[in-house]
C-alpha cells in the first residue's frame, strides 16, 4: 500500500463532520468521536464512542468500543466492546469483556482471558472464553455452528418485521376502537335508565312546589346531560375511528408481508443448509477456560433439519459451574454442540 493510501490522524476524529470515507488505511491517534459515520479499508484507533464504522478490510480498536456499530469484512480486535453491535467476517478478538453486545462473525469469537456478559453471539466456528454469564435480566445466548445473516437477510427480515408490526397495530386499534365503542354505549345506557327516574322525580317536586329541592338537582340534571352530549360526540368520534382503520386494514400491503417474510424464511433455511454442509470440513465449538455462569444458552444446528433460535431449546445449568483450582490445572469445560444434541 503506497503513503497516499494512508491517512494519519493526530488527535480525535472530530464528529463536527460527520461523515467520513477513506480509501486506504486510517491510523488515528486518538478516538473516534460520537456520532462520527466512517468508513475505511482499515482502522486503527484508541477509542470507539457512538459511532457507525464500515471496515473493507479488519480493525483495531486499542481500548474500548462503546455504543457503537461495526461491521468488517475482515479481522475485529479491541480491549472490551460495551453495548455495541460488531458484524464481521473474520474473527473477533477481545481482551477483557464483551458487554451488553450483539456479536456476529462467521469465524471465531475469542475472548481467552476475559468475560462474555448479557451478550447475544453468534459464531460459525467458534467462542473461546474465561467467562460466560448472564444475569435474570439479561440472559447470554451462544449461537454456534450457524453462518451469519448477510446485508439482504437483515433487510428482508426488517421489511417483514416492520409489516408484522404494523398489521398488528392496525389490529389492536381497530380492538380499542371497538372497546370504546362498546364502553360508550353502556354509558349511554346507564344515563338513559336515570334520566326517566330523574324526570318523574322533578315532575313530582313540582307539583308538590318544592323550589329548594329542584334547585338541588338542577346541577345535577345539568351535569348529566353534558355526560350524554359528550357521549354522543365520543362516540361519533369512536365510529369515525373505527371506519378509518378498517380503511387502513383493507388497504395493507398483505402480500408484501407474505412474500418478504416467505423469501428471508427461504434464504434462513438456505443459510443453515449451507452451515450444515460447510461442517464436514469446520466443527463449532464453544470452549469455557474458567466458570459457566447463570442464564446463559445454547442455541445450534441441534439437528440436521432445523435450528433452535429461541432461548428455551438448551439451558446451560441452573447453578454456577467452576473449574476447580483454574487456572493452574490444564481442565477446562468444552461443550460440543453436534455432539450434545441428543441429550439437549
Request: hydrophobic share 35%; aromatic share 4%.
Amino acid at each position: 500500500m503506497n503513503r497516499e493510501q494512508i491517512h494519519h490522524i493526530e488527535g480525535n476524529l472530530s464528529s463536527r463532520k460527520k461523515q467520513y470515507n477513506y480509501p486506504g488505511q486510517l491510523k488515528i491517534d486518538g478516538d473516534i468521536e460520537a456520532g462520527c459515520q466512517v468508513s475505511a479499508e482499515t482502522i486503527e484507533a484508541n477509542n470507539i464512542f457512538q459511532a457507525d464504522i464500515r471496515v473493507r478490510s479488519g480493525i483495531l480498536v486499542h481500548e474500548q468500543v462503546i455504543d457503537s456499530t461495526i461491521m468488517s469484512s475482515g479481522k475485529f480486535e479491541a480491549k472490551s466492546i460495551d453495548t455495541s453491535t460488531i458484524r464481521v467476517e473474520q474473527d473477533i478478538i477481545v481482551q477483557k469483556i464483551i458487554h451488553h453486545s450483539n456479536i456476529q462473525t462467521n469465524a471465531c469469537c475469542l475472548i481467552t482471558n476475559g468475560c462474555i456478559e448479557s451478550s447475544n453471539i453468534l459464531a460459525y466456528q467458534a467462542i473461546d472464553a474465561l467467562t460466560i454469564t448472564g444475569s435474570s435480566e439479561s440472559a447470554c445466548t451462544l449461537t454456534i455452528g450457524l453462518l451469519c445473516p448477510d446485508d439482504q437477510d437483515l433487510k428482508l427480515k426488517k421489511t417483514y418485521l416492520q409489516l408484522e408490526y404494523e398489521k398488528k397495530q392496525l389490529l389492536t386499534n381497530l380492538e380499542q376502537a371497538e372497546l370504546s365503542i362498546e364502553n360508550i354505549l353502556r354509558l349511554k345506557d346507564k344515563v338513559r335508565s336515570i334520566k326517566p327516574t330523574l324526570k318523574q322525580k322533578i315532575i313530582h317536586l313540582k307539583e308538590t312546589n318544592n323550589q329548594g329541592s329542584l334547585n338541588e338537582l338542577a346541577p345535577f340534571f345539568q351535569q348529566l346531560n353534558e355526560r350524554m352530549a359528550s357521549a354522543f360526540e365520543n362516540l361519533t368520534r369512536a365510529f369515525s375511528d373505527k371506519e378509518r382503520i378498517l380503511k387502513e386494514i383493507e388497504s395493507f400491503n398483505q402480500e408484501l408481508l407474505d412474500a418478504s417474510k416467505k423469501e428471508y424464511h427461504l434464504r434462513k433455511k438456505d443459510r443453515i443448509y449451507h452451515s450444515i454442509q460447510n461442517q464436514t470440513v469446520i466443527k463449532p465449538y464453544i470452549l469455557v477456560r474458567g466458570m459457566l455462569g447463570k442464564n446463559t444458552y445454547i442455541i445450534g444446528l441441534h439437528s440436521q433439519k432445523r435450528l433452535l433460535e429461541d432461548m428455551h431449546n438448551v439451558r446451560i445449568q441452573e447453578t454456577e459451574l467452576n473449574i476447580p483450582n483454574h487456572p493452574s490445572n490444564a481442565k477446562h469445560y468444552t461443550i460440543d454442540i453436534k455432539s450434545q444434541k441428543e441429550n439437549a
